[in-house]
């Protein structure tokens, strides 16, 4: 077995172990939850007229457990139904299950989140080797206030103005929703560009909130950078600065390769408030409302979605980080 094949079955052995440990830290939180849900579920279908075995069978169509089992063979249940991909039913979409919801909602995170994520990178980075080279300029100067400024801003204050800016005041786009409800859904170029048009505050509102972010790790990335003996002598050798330029951005820029995957990880989560302030149906927005109808399914789901794909995350930083520095392999 290589290197490389160790590192990766170690990485994916470790992954798998986090993911068991989140599995059963959410498990046994919602036992310890008050009124223990899966027994508050079963009191509910009862008074609702059902039998004590209907009432046991939906508790365990909705939990992936019975309440009146030993704790440890809900457990062994529990794990059982995960293993083959059922994450239960939700509460509050009667019948409705787990999976249908979250694979419904992950698009409306996924794709203005990971747009908004990669249009801050490219901007966040050139600008960061700007206000680095230039950093004693005025334009180095805005710069930096500029991305320090959105740096500061919360989530929510920058999505609502925004809403404010090109909504109410300038009625250029639209405030809510993912498309006007006169065009049918489907690959059609009507109905594909209202989604569009809907789309642009959100991946605005998640691109400034990185913007700032990366501006300041670029930049603080390559001040260090310019400090290498290597810079010095392509200045000696006359290198012309674009290639100069290359040269520092290639270098200063893989410390942010492994925050950019891990953003991809942490993508999957949302924004819990530019989702709710655009009235956006991602991932966040159902975590929200799952979180106010007590839906401990759809929750339980959604944090499991997010361990994973942050894990996931991990191990492709881990591995793509020794693959573009061959320092790293040594």
């Given at each position: 077995m290589t290197g490389f094949a160790r590192r990766l079955a170690g990485k994916l052995l470790t992954g798998l172990v986090m993911v068991w440990v989140v599995v059963t830290f959410t498990f046994f939180l919602v036992h310890?939850?008050?009124?223990?849900?899966?027994?508050?579920?079963?009191?509910?279908?009862?008074?609702?007229?059902?039998?004590?075995?209907?009432?046991?069978?939906?508790?365990?169509?909705?939990?992936?457990?019975?309440?009146?089992?030993?704790?440890?063979?809900?457990?062994?249940?529990?794990?059982?139904?995960?293993?083959?991909?059922?994450?239960?039913?939700?509460?509050?979409y009667t019948g409705v299950p787990v999976t249908h919801l979250i694979w419904s909602a992950l698009p409306w995170t996924v794709i203005p989140v990971l747009s908004g994520l990669l249009v801050s990178f490219l901007f966040g980075v050139v600008a960061g080797i700007i206000a680095a080279v230039r950093r004693s300029s005025r334009w180095g100067g805005l710069l930096t206030v500029s991305g320090s400024l959105v740096a500061g801003v919360p989530a929510f204050v920058l999505a609502l103005l925004l809403l404010v800016?090109?909504?109410?005041?300038?009625?250029?786009?639209?405030?809510?929703?993912?498309?006007?409800?006169?065009?049918?859904?489907?690959?059609?170029?009507?109905?594909?560009?209202?989604?569009?048009?809907?789309a642009v505050l959100p991946v605005c509102a998640?691109?400034?909130?990185?913007?700032?972010?990366?501006?300041?790790?670029?930049k603080s990335s390559v001040v260090s950078v310019l400090g290498d003996d290597f810079i010095l002598a392509?200045?000696?050798?006359?290198?012309?600065?674009?290639?100069?330029?290359?040269y520092i951005g290639r270098n200063a820029i893989l410390p942010l390769f492994t925050?950019?995957?891990?953003?991809?990880?942490?993508?999957?989560?949302?924004?819990?408030?530019?989702?709710?302030?655009?009235?956006?149906?991602?991932?966040g927005d159902l975590l929200l409302k799952s979180i106010g109808?007590?839906?401990?399914?759809?929750?339980?789901?959604?944090?499991?979605?997010?361990?994973?794909?942050?894990?996931?995350?991990?191990?492709?930083?881990?591995?793509?980080?020794?693959?573009?520095?061959?320092?790293?392999?040594?």
């Open positions: 310890a939850l008050p009124g223990k849900p899966g027994d508050v579920q079963y009191e509910q279908y009862i008074m609702s007229g059902m039998s004590s075995e209907q009432a046991s069978a939906r508790v365990q169509q909705v939990y992936g457990f019975t309440s009146h089992a030993s704790l440890l063979s809900q457990y062994g249940g529990y794990l059982g139904r995960l293993a083959h991909g059922d994450l239960g039913q939700s509460i509050s800016v090109f909504h109410t005041e300038w009625n250029l786009l639209p405030d809510a929703g993912t498309s006007d409800i006169q065009y049918n859904p489907g690959w059609n170029l009507p109905y594909i560009g209202s989604v569009v048009q809907h998640y691109a400034l909130l990185s913007y700032g972010g990366w501006l300041l790790a670029m392509s200045e000696l050798r006359g290198i012309a600065p674009v290639t100069r330029a290359r925050v950019l995957a891990l953003s991809f990880g942490v993508m999957f989560a949302g924004s819990f408030f530019i989702e709710d302030t655009f009235d956006y149906p991602g991932l109808t007590r839906d401990y399914p759809v929750m339980a789901g959604a944090f499991l979605l997010i361990t994973v794909s942050i894990i996931v995350a991990n191990i492709l930083a881990d591995l793509c980080y020794t693959l573009i520095d061959p320092r790293v392999r040594r």
